[in-house]
């Protein structure tokens, strides 16, 4: 694995990778806040971690400073309530744009 960090998220729970040296990674699993279901993560260019997740009928977002030890409060995506898909696959998705701007999108 060269320097690059990879971050995999699967149901309720998010899988961190990140090289201590380029020959050894480790890896760090948390829950996703609220548990919450189907996340998305991106890591950003200064370290911070951004998550998309769905929970019930809704879809929410935060962000962690410290590699997922803490989370922001958590910010609900979709105004009207109960128009997120949730389940399998389905869920809110993330992109980072440039100089750090969110896109989420979902299937409602």
């Known amino acids: 694995m060269s320097n690059r960090i990879a971050i995999l ?3 309720g729970a998010v899988l961190f990778l990140r ?12 829950r996703t806040p609220n548990d919450g279901v189907v996340p998305e993560a991106a890591l950003d260019s200064k370290g911070v971690l951004h998550i998309t997740y769905g929970a019930g009928s809704e879809g929410y977002y ?5 590699r997922g ?10 105004r009207r ?6 389940g399998a696959e389905r869920g809110p998705k993330l ?3 440039r100089e750090g701007v ?4 979902w299937l409602g």
Not at 62 to 66: H, N, T
Not at 70 to 77: A, D, G, H, K, R
Not at 81 to 86: I, K
């Open 102 to 105: 969110i896109h989420a999108v």
């Open 9 to 11: 998220a699967v149901m």
């Open 81 to 86: 309530a109960g128009t997120v898909t949730v």
């Open 69 to 78: 030890k803490t989370f922001s409060v958590p910010i609900q995506l979709n």
């Open 95 to 97: 992109a980072l744009g």
């Open 19 to 30: 090289p201590l040296t380029p020959a050894h990674p480790s890896v760090s699993a948390f």
């Open 62 to 66: 935060v962000q962690s400073r410290d």
